[in-house]
């Protein structure tokens, strides 16, 4: 456990003197089920205004003489803030997440927590850095994110032609490329900034959204799919029309 929450050093530093807030673990999926979890929020009825942060700083966890893995990674952080929309037409329409612990062994840290405490020993055997079986990964991510963002469009009667962007987690240029084939889209539909900035973790989509609105790309009443898969195995997708 790691405490205090990042969320209580953020609402002190902001001075958002009224907020509460919460950490949510989902590694690289992190952004997809926070949004989730702050729609479901919104819609209860007893929050008006939710700030949602996806951030990482992947480059304190990576081990440099990785070479496989090390070059993948960077550091980013990215914020967006939800409210509730008088059009129900706009905002997040739907959802599909997933979560699977058998791939708890193919992408990891193994140090820290309660099971494996910092000592010297944990640290000289680098248990505190990431561990990745890219391979292994790379072939059920590829299938994860295809199919649940395939399976979303399917559900919601949602034709290639539909969808304006589809903003897919910058871990892999194959697996972003594989997600959008899967999807029937051209490449000028795929938000891609890994090739600035690595892998980002919980803040590649948010970061994505943020370029591509501030661009003037991204406009009021675009059908965007979100897609993600991470570390658990979490993944999922999310089905959003564009409301600013």
């Not at 205090?4 to 902001?14: F, G, N, R, S």
């Not at 966890?61 to 980013?76: E, K, M, P, Q």
């Amino acid at each position: 456990m790691f405490f205090p929450a990042t969320a209580c050093l953020v609402q002190e530093k902001i001075g958002a003197t009224n907020a509460w807030g919460f950490d949510l673990s989902a590694a690289c999926s992190g952004f997809l089920f926070a949004y989730q979890t702050a729609c479901s929020l919104i819609e209860s009825g007893q929050f008006k205004k939710i700030l949602l942060i996806g951030a990482d700083k992947m480059t304190s966890i990576v081990d440099y003489t990785d070479r496989n893995n090390c070059i993948l990674f960077g550091d980013a952080g990215s914020a967006v803030l939800l409210e509730p929309s008088e059009d129900m037409s706009l905002g997040l329409q739907d959802s599909i997440l997933r979560i699977d612990g058998a791939g708890k062994d193919k992408l990891y840290m193994l140090g820290g927590g309660s099971l494996n405490p910092p000592t010297h020993q944990t640290i000289d055997n680098k248990m505190h850095y990431i561990f990745q079986d890219g391979k292994a990964v790379f072939k059920v991510a590829v299938k994860g994110m295809a199919d649940v963002s395939y399976e979303l469009m399917q559900k919601n009667n949602l034709t290639a032609d539909d969808i304006a962007y589809l903003v897919p987690h910058q871990a892999n240029m194959r697996i972003i490329d594989a997600t959008g084939q899967r999807m029937g889209l051209t490449k000028d539909k795929v938000m891609v900034n890994i090739d600035k900035y690595g892998n980002t973790t919980a803040a590649t989509i948010p970061s994505c959204l943020t370029e591509y609105y501030r661009a003037g790309k991204l406009k009021k009443g675009d059908k965007v799919i979100l897609s993600a898969f991470g570390a658990g195995y979490t993944w999922g997708a999310s089905y959003v029309v564009w409301a600013i």
